[in-house]
């Protein structure tokens, strides 16, 4: 049986790297990835003997702004009720962070909607907010593409 467990901890750079290549999401260099994870407010990772399989982090304030990231789990341990644990130990965080007022958001990638709907994330437009945007001129990944 496989023995994956929660960690509320960053993951080291090198980790940090190769899981994102893992998911083909492209290659970031040393600098962008410690910057990365030192902006993150909320980090758990799922580990499995030691090794990094899933992560889940939020960037923000801690308190008014939170923009969730980096919900992964590795490919060979997907359907198995990770990706429910990692999000429902991001809720449970966002509960206890936010103030009143906070704006919670994500970008899904397309047709990852209906996982979020599981753990309490709804569809813009919803509540005050309208359609949301992004902005066209981001950079795209190097040598990855999000899938
Ligand atoms: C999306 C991801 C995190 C899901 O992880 P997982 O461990 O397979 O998810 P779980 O097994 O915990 O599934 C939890 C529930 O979500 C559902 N679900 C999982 N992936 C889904 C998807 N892509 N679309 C719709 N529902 C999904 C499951 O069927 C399950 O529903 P149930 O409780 O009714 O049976 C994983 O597939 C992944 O890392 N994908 C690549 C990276 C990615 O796309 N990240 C999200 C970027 S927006």
Same mark, same amino acid.
């Not at 923009?67 to 990770?82: T, Y």
């Not at 709804?122 to 190097?142: E, H, N, Y």
């Given at each position: 049986?496989?023995?994956?467990?929660?960690?509320?901890?960053?993951?080291?750079?090198?980790?940090?790297?190769?899981?994102?290549?893992?998911?083909?999401?492209?290659?970031?260099?040393?600098?962008?990835?410690?910057?990365?994870?030192?902006?993150?407010?909320? #980090?758990?990772? =799922? *580990?499995?003997? @030691?090794?990094?399989?899933? +992560?889940?982090? $939020?960037? %923000?304030?801690?308190?008014?702004?939170?923009?969730?990231?980096?919900?992964?789990? #590795?490919?060979? =341990? *997907?359907?198995? @009720?990770?990706?429910?644990? +990692?999000?429902? $130990?991001? %809720?449970?965080?966002?509960?206890?962070?936010?103030?009143?007022?906070?704006?919670?958001?994500?970008?899904?990638?397309?047709?990852?909607?209906?996982?979020?709907?599981?753990?309490?994330?709804?569809?813009?437009?919803?509540?005050?907010?309208?359609?949301?945007?992004?902005?066209?001129?981001?950079?795209?990944?190097?040598?990855?593409?999000?899938?």
């Amino acid at each position: 049986m496989t023995n994956v467990v929660l960690v509320e901890e960053t993951p080291t750079v090198a980790e940090y790297i190769s899981l994102r290549q893992a998911m083909g999401w492209g290659t970031i260099d040393e600098a962008t990835a410690r910057r990365t994870l030192d902006g993150a407010c909320f #980090s758990a990772c =799922l *580990r499995c003997e @030691g090794r990094l399989v899933g +992560l889940v982090r $939020a960037i %923000g304030d801690g308190c008014l702004y939170f923009a969730v990231s980096d919900v992964m789990v #590795s490919s060979e =341990l *997907r359907g198995g @009720g990770h990706g429910a644990t +990692l999000l429902n $130990a991001l %809720g449970e965080y966002l509960r206890r962070a936010a103030k009143p007022g906070a704006s919670i958001t994500l970008q899904p990638l397309v047709g990852r909607e209906p996982f979020y709907e599981k753990f309490g994330w709804v569809r813009c437009p919803g509540g005050p907010f309208g359609s949301g945007m992004v902005f066209k001129d981001a950079p795209p990944p190097i040598d990855g593409q999000f899938v």
